[in-house]
């Protein structure tokens, strides 16, 4: 019978000692510490980024071993949390003034209270406004002369009935450039006669407004102006009508320039603004029209008289040939007319008859002297010529009057048939 031996070798004592050692060093000494922090990115908004109303702010965190929450900060200020994924919080810009910018920030707290920390996003909050629903042009319509210019103004009309002046954040535009030009500050400038549309839209929803406006050439200058009469007289309390004519650069005249007329003397004579001058005392003065827009002006004299005195200006010439007689004069319409007489039997004695100027009757009786009229006048000496007006005899003068002689009266001066005579009666 074969005996074996169990009992333990040396050598399996020692193994036996050191993986007790190893198991009870194993088991008295507490793990290392958790000290990696969890790592976040915030994902949305970008850097940079321009917020409008509100925002959902994402952010992504790992950890080596769990994250336990995520935090949401505004210049440095939690405004919120977020235990699970997707970690997000929407963040509420109402309270924010427009074009302010701010930071954001993600914190991420792991199991351990390890704290990661994300890079800074920066953004800039805008708050929109009311939306525009329409764009008007000021003028909407107008007309202007070559060389003036005219500024726009663009007006947006919001849905919440407001209005604001948005003419430096509009384009302008000139249908025509040629007639008229536009700077985009709305300034339009007219180059040559003709008519273009004026328009403003909105960049960021394309509304238009227009506008359109005329182009005309600049009128004639004025050089000179002529008053009519250029020199007349009235009597005290008597009234008199005077006319302003004005020319052009372009050779042209016209009654219609805005004249303000004045007098030199208002104590002697005044004047309306129709041109219409009231005698007041005697004395001499100028009226002048001067127009309102230039330093053109005219002039003429105005003299008045004491009291009034009629005047009949009686024109005539009277011819005799042979046994016709002729009396050439101007009528009350200022007309000349002709009146013809024979003379009976070349009697000496003979007379015409007619209405003249200023709706005078006039009658001019011829008498010869010495020897009776001849077929040729040639026994003709002198002839006696007497005027009467309106029946009341007021001159008589004694002229030759031969054959085909003719003379007009003025009782001072005899000429042959140079002119009518002018006497005033």
């Known amino acids: 019978m074969t005996t074996t031996d169990i009992s333990p070798t040396p050598i399996k004592n020692t193994l036996s000692i050191i993986s007790l050692l190893i198991l009870f060093t194993y088991c008295e000494q507490p793990p290392a510490p958790d000290e990696e922090p969890p790592v976040i990115d915030i994902t949305y908004p970008l850097n ?18 769990a994250v336990d929450k995520v935090s949401f900060l505004t210049d440095g200020i ?31 707290v792991d199991k351990s209270g390890n704290i990661g920390q994300s890079d800074l996003v920066i953004v800039t909050v805008l708050i929109p406004g009311p939306s525009l629903l329409s764009l008007s042009l000021l003028p909407s319509d107008t007309t202007v002369e070559i060389g003036d210019f005219v500024h726009y103004q663009a007006v947006g009309t919001y849905d919440d009935a407001s209005s604001q002046n948005i003419t430096t954040s509009v384009d302008w535009e000139s249908s025509n450039s040629s007639i008229v030009s536009i700077t985009q500050a709305g300034m339009a400038y007219a180059n040559a006669a003709g008519s273009a549309s004026i328009s403003a839209t909105d960049p960021k929803t394309t509304i238009e ?23 007349t007289t009235v009597y005290v309390g008597a009234t008199a009508t005077f006319r302003a004519v004005g020319t052009y650069d372009d050779a042209s ?74 009396v050439v004069y101007e009528d009350q319409n200022g007309q000349t007319q002709i009146e013809t007489m024979l003379i009976p039997g070349y009697s000496k004695e003979w007379s015409i008859t007619f209405q003249a100027n ?39 003068d004694t002229v030759s009057m031969a054959n085909g002689d003719c003379y007009y009266y003025d009782f001072d001066t005899l000429a042959l048939c140079s002119a009518m005579a002018t006497y005033n009666l």
């Open 358 to 396: 200023e709706g005078t009757i006039l009658i001019i009786q011829a008498r010869s002297f010495g020897e009776d009229w001849g077929p040729n006048g040639e026994n003709s000496t002198s002839s006696q010529v007497s005027i009467y007006v309106d029946g009341k005899l007021v001159a008589i």
């Open 253 to 326: 005249r016209s009654d219609t320039i805005s004249i303000q007329w004045s007098t030199s003397d208002n104590s002697i004579a005044t004047i309306d603004h129709f041109g219409v001058v009231t005698a007041i005392a005697p004395g001499s003065v100028t009226i002048t029209a001067s127009s309102v827009s230039s330093n053109v002006y005219g002039s003429a004299s105005l003299s008045v008289q004491p009291e009034e005195v009629t005047i009949y200006e009686v024109r005539y010439l009277v011819t005799v040939v042979g046994d016709s007689a002729s």
């Open 48 to 65: 940079g980024a321009k917020i409008v109303d509100s925002v959902r702010i994402r952010a992504t965190a790992s950890d080596n071993d």
């Open 209 to 231: 407004g227009t506008a359109s406006i005329e182009v005309s050439e600049p009128p004639s200058e004025l050089v000179s102006i002529t008053v009519y009469p250029a020199d």
């Open 78 to 108: 939690t405004i919120g949390d977020d235990n699970d994924e997707p970690y997000e919080y929407l963040w509420l810009t109402d309270d924010w003034a427009d074009g302010e910018q701010h930071s954001l920030l993600g914190t991420a």
